[in-house]
């Protein structure tokens, strides 16, 4: 049984930090790009990076130079380290798994996590 738990998520001032994470548990990991998502209230949920198993990554222009995703293969684990964060990036995140290849496509990600809460205050 395939499983994708996020953490990380919280309350933070705009212009902070934080890093999310999303362990994987029953699914070959190495065999499978990974990726984040977030919806905001009201809103669809949106693309918002990808990496393969061999860090090949793909960001949305919304997060690009301030969003970076990284992956510790041996540790089945996917991360989110999220600097200069804005209001607008207030959502529930989630992590997603695919074989192979980046996508940005939310139809393309067979397995997803439950979601973490992110709240950016102005």
């Known amino acids: ?11 933070v001032q705009a212009g902070g930090s934080l890093r999310l ?10 065999n499978y790009a990974m990726g984040w998502f977030r ?18 990554i793909d960001y ?12 510790d293969n041996a540790k089945n684990t996917v991360f989110l380290q999220m600097n200069s964060l804005k209001p607008e ?8 798994a695919r074989l192979r ?5 939310e139809a393309d990600y067979g397995f997803w996590g439950q979601g973490t809460q992110v709240t950016v205050s102005s």
Do not use: H, M
């Not at 049984?1 to 998520?9: D, K, M, P, Y």
């Not at 290849?101 to 496509?105: G, I, R, W």
């Open 101 to 105: 290849l980046v996508t940005t496509k």
């Open 60 to 71: 949305s222009d919304s997060v690009k130079s301030r969003f970076t995703i990284s992956r």
């Open 39 to 56: 919806q905001a209230p009201g809103k669809d949920r949106e693309f918002v990076a990808a990496i393969t198993w061999s860090s090949r």
């Open 21 to 30: 994470s999303c362990a994987a548990s029953g699914l070959a990991f190495n």
């Open 1 to 11: 049984q395939v499983q994708l738990v996020e953490s990380g998520g919280g309350l």
């Open 89 to 96: 990036d207030t959502a529930v995140y989630y992590c997603a």
